[in-house]
């Protein structure tokens, strides 16, 4: 094995043991075996394919330390890996992993971590430890229940468990009063806790093709969302609290049961773009005629709007696509 002492380097090799050197590595994937890396800084951006056998001690990271092992085939997380803490980003996407290992505790350093892709149905309570960790990304799996271990991840602003098979989330979820961004569509879920309405960061909200019956009251605690969609649910009604969410842009409730609109929609005072297809309305509230930010409003396949009804809600929203 060869030795490189105190150098700025712009290349990287394997089996070489580096010891105070600088990297000023290229935005390329590098695949790198046997290194060890004694008292080194990595100045930008780094991003590898492969990192077995390598070892990093004393070292720094002033940019993403990004290691990249998504489709791969792999059926277990190499044992590797855990020894990497000085990585930032772990990307595990699109394997064959039915299980995440306790190990993964050891990772204190990751900010992203993207396990979407594979068969997983839970994860251990170690991903607690990962305080760090600002993005999550599980999409794509066989949950069935939301991990419990995720609501301890305060630092967490964004989370994707998309299209999973969870019916329900739990309180705890409460916690993440940093998140911003949750998408949770094409699960099975069947109601919201009351504690959804903690989430006081949250600003898109995505809960489209679940099998929701209602939204609490304190969906309108969520003072910063802009972004909410509902499509494709069960629901039959609005709590009248959805007129506190003054900053909501976008709202989307297509496909539900909906048989009336609160005339509280009309203190949604930002909302550009309202869409209500496929429901069950025969009117909507004079309320809505507030709402002068309005661009768009879908109201296709509501049988029961009458074309005098219509005509009239086009004469409220004079600037609005109706």
């Known amino acids: 094995m060869q030795t490189i002492k105190g150098k700025s380097l712009q290349e990287i090799d394997s089996n070489t043991k580096y010891d105070g050197c600088s990297f000023y590595l290229e935005g390329k994937y590098y695949k790198i075996n046997n290194s060890h890396f004694d008292h080194c800084s990595f100045r930008n951006d780094v991003r590898f394919r492969d990192l077995e056998g390598c070892k990093f001690d004393n070292c720094g990271v002033s940019g993403n330390f990004h290691l990249d092992l998504s489709r791969n085939a792999l059926l277990t997380v190499p044992d590797y890996v855990f020894d990497i803490t000085i990585a930032t980003q772990l990307s595990l996407s699109n394997n064959q992993f039915s299980s995440i290992p306790p190990l993964i505790g050891q990772l204190q ?178 309320e809505i005629k507030e709402l002068q930010n309005l661009v768009q409003l879908c109201l296709l396949g509501n049988d029961g709007l009458s074309r005098k009804e219509l005509q009239l809600i086009r004469s409220w929203l004079p600037d609005c696509d109706v």
């Open 109 to 286: 350093n990751i900010r992203v971590l993207k396990i979407d892709g594979n068969p997983l149905a839970s994860l251990p309570t170690e991903i607690s430890k990962l305080t760090k960790l600002t993005h999550l990304y599980a999409s794509h799996g066989s949950f069935v229940e939301f991990p419990i271990a995720i609501a301890e991840l305060k630092n967490l602003v964004h989370c994707d468990m998309f299209y999973n098979r969870i019916t329900y989330l739990p309180p705890e979820i409460g916690k993440l009063r940093n998140l911003s961004y949750f998408n949770v569509f094409g699960n099975q879920i069947e109601h919201l806790p009351r504690e959804i309405g903690d989430l006081y960061s949250l600003r898109h909200l995505d809960l489209l093709d679940n099998s929701l019956g209602g939204i609490p009251p304190e969906i309108g605690n969520l003072a910063n969302l802009t972004h909410l969609y509902l499509d494709d649910n069960n629901l039959r009604s609005l709590p009248t609290t959805i007129g506190n969410l003054h900053k909501l842009e976008e709202l989307s409730l297509n496909n539900n049961r909906l048989t009336e609109i609160p005339a509280e929609i009309g203190c949604l005072c930002n909302l550009q773009d309202l869409s209500l297809e496929e429901n069950e309305l025969t009117e909507l509230p004079e």
